[in-house]
């Protein structure tokens, strides 16, 4: 951007601008429009009428000013100047003959008016041209650069310490860095003994209180276990009482029991025994069995030897009754025969008088037991001669 | 040539790694300005100066004034290590503060704090573990972290971390442990102290056995510790060259040994003479975990029986010079002559 500052008549003038390419110029006048434009880039114009170039005699411009500062009427009177010159450029433009405008339908357009016709465009010809160099070659290393010597050479003489004081220059600092250091160590050593203090303290005091935590919990866990003691031992003597107390109580009651039992058993037993609960087997079978059988088998012998008895006393009967008849017969035959021997003895007593003792004997016998005889033909067929007289007189007791 | 001639220009910048402190009271909000700042060397100068500042303890409560510790919280997050590193040990200094702690916990800085433990960088890890196990230092900040769960990631860290960060989170644990030592029993802490007891440093042994201590104060710990086998690592422990390590050596079986088992089980690992030996032991600590853990053990009748034999021993401690000591060896008189 160029910056024309306006040139007070008084200053020097001055001008600074941006560098900047050269623009490509167009072949033809550009509208009005455009050229008014006041923002594009102006073209360089005329040198003539460039304010940088300065024209004519140069002695008088270094006049100084007459007022540092400037009239105000004379700047307005400037200013009105330059905005007059304006306006006149500007209406000049307008009045400058065109061309007329084109008919309705028609337009403007460039022709060529010489006498051979040439392609025309707003371009410059350019044409383009190369060039082509060598290889480079290998660029040989660039030489220390050394300044181009400038001035005048002048010499001058230092001695030791002339520039350079040691104790000037670094005492300061170090004691400084020295003096920092050390604070800060110390703030630091500080720092670190408090804690380590504290630490110290902190040890002192867990010694105590780890010991009388330990000494707590050691009297907790005595007073626990002769706590857990206390309940067993009374535990296990409530235990001992109960079991005496039972132990009593099943004494008292055994002897309660027994007491009680003393006469109930044997009246139990009594009772029961009378009601028969208890019984001998073998006594409740003879009695049940036995002697029922026994007394069936009494009464069938009885009835049988009653049986016997009175076939017997039917048998004595008709034998007796039979005897009776036999007796009779023979008291008859007897009768006859004594009489017959009456007769007999009366002619034979004159021969034999000792038969008659022997024949008088016999004779007794016969008188005196005739059941006798009878049993004995009974006895004859069951052959028992010697046992049968007893057994009669038996069974005649029993009868 | 000494002069009082003052060199006129100091060179601008004495230390480049450094941003210069403004002048009195100006010096923090520039440099809480300078450390929200969008260039990374302004920043990294800015963080290294803010570190120096802050070890004196007079500018801890206008930098929290000035809201430092919310700067300080975003450059947690900073892809520059040096920043990170910086920015943690910072907040490390302040949380040695009570005023820093608050701060830190009314912020819930720890969250961003306990990101930097997975830090590729170890001074990074190390500042994050020191400024959380300055914050468990009193018990709100304790229950801040219990709160936070970190302790379960804090025992998960301590078996994988290098020996100086363990150091760090056994003291953070010992004194979350006091607060609250049921989640640091379900993290398992117990196997880890325990395996720590074998750890070549004495350091890392006594506090191993400090927090063992500590974990084994309620029931289920004192039956954890038995069920890791403790007691035998211990009993070695006992007869260990740093005092440090049999105090608390001796301090851990004398928690263990209050339950019935762990004093069957001390008794059988023959602990006892071990412990009678350091009855006489310089440091009155020693002396005093050692005559309370055979306190404990002679309330069993067997370590009574054992006991029997050293009670001179002991009674020669009731007149110890140092109370705590005399105390205890009377009761422990009293408990190892106790009839029946």
Known sequence: ?399 | MASTLISAKYPTNIDATKTPLAYGNRAIPRLNRELNDANLLVRQRAVMSLCDHLHDPEHIAESIRTGIDKSLKGLLKDPDITVRQKATECLCVMAGHALGRDSFLENETIYPVALLFDDPEPIARKNAHMCVMMISETPPGAEGIVQAQFVDLLVKKLQVELDNIKEIILDTLHFCMRVDTNSALEANAMEAFTVLLKHELPTIRFKAARDIMDLSVPLAGKDRAVACGALQLLKDMLSDLTTEVRANAAGAIMTITITTKGKYTAIHAMTIPALVNLVDDINSEVRLNAIKALTCLAEAPEGRRELLQHVEQIRNHTKDHREAVAHAARIAVKVITWLP
């Not at chain 1, 084109?102 to 010489?114: C, L």
């Not at chain 1, 039972?246 to 037993?269: G, M, W």
């Not at chain 1, 009594?270 to 006594?283: I, K, R």
């Open chain 1, 1 to 399: 951007m160029t910056t024309v500052l306006p040139q007070k008549p008084e200053g020097t003038y001055t001008f600074a601008s941006q560098p900047r390419a050269v623009p490509q110029r167009k072949k033809y006048r550009d509208s009005a429009a455009q050229q008014q434009n006041p923002d594009g880039p102006t073209s360089y114009g005329n040198i003539m009428y460039d304010r940088r170039v300065v024209r004519g005699n140069t002695y008088a411009q270094h006049t100084l000013p007459a007022t540092v500062q400037p009239d105000p009427l004379e700047l307005q009177r400037q200013q009105e100047n330059r905005r007059r010159a304006i306006a006149k450029k500007r209406a000049k433009d307008q009045l400058r003959p065109r061309s007329p405008d084109p008919v309705e339908g028609r337009k403007h357009i460039d022709v060529q008016t010489e006498l051979y016709l040439e392609e025309l465009s707003d371009r410059v010809e350019e044409a383009d041209q190369e060039c082509q160099t060598d290889a480079f070659l290998d660029r040989p290393p660039s030489p220390l650069f050394i300044p181009a010597k400038t001035g005048i050479d002048v010499a001058t003489q230092i001695y030791e310490g002339d520039l350079f004081d040691f104790d000037v220059e670094c005492k300061p600092i170090l004691e400084v860095l020295v003096g920092k250091t050390v604070e800060q160590a110390l703030l630091e050593v500080m720092e670190e003994e408090e804690l380590a203090n504290l630490r110290q303290q902190q040890r002192a005091f867990e010694e105590l209180r780890n010991v009388e935590l330990v000494e707590q919990q050691r009297l907790e866990e005595q007073e626990r276990r002769h706590r857990e003691e206390k309940e067993r031992r009374m535990k296990q003597q409530r235990e001992v009482l109960k079991k005496e107390k039972e132990t009593a109580e099943k004494i008292a009651a055994r002897a309660f029991a027994q007491s009680y039992l003393a006469d109930l058993v044997p009246s139990v037993f009594g009772t029961l025994s009378d009601n028969g609960y208890f019984f001998d087997p073998v006594e409740r079978d003879v009695e049940q069995g036995f002697l029922p059988w026994l007394m069936d088998q009494v009464t069938v012998e009885l009835d049988r030897s009653e049986l016997g008895r009175l076939c017997l006393d039917g048998l004595l009967r008709e034998l007796v009754s039979r005897r009776v008849d036999v007796y009779k017969q023979l008291d008859a035959e007897i009768v006859q025969a004594r009489k017959e021997e009456a007769e007999a003895k009366k002619i034979v007593t004159e021969t034999i008088p000792s038969d008659g003792d022997a024949d008088a004997s016999p004779d007794t016998d016969k008188e005196k037991s005739p059941p006798q005889a009878a049993e004995e033909e009974l006895y004859d067929d069951d052959q028992q001669p010697e046992q049968a007289p007893s057994d009669d007189t038996e069974a005649a007791q029993d009868d």
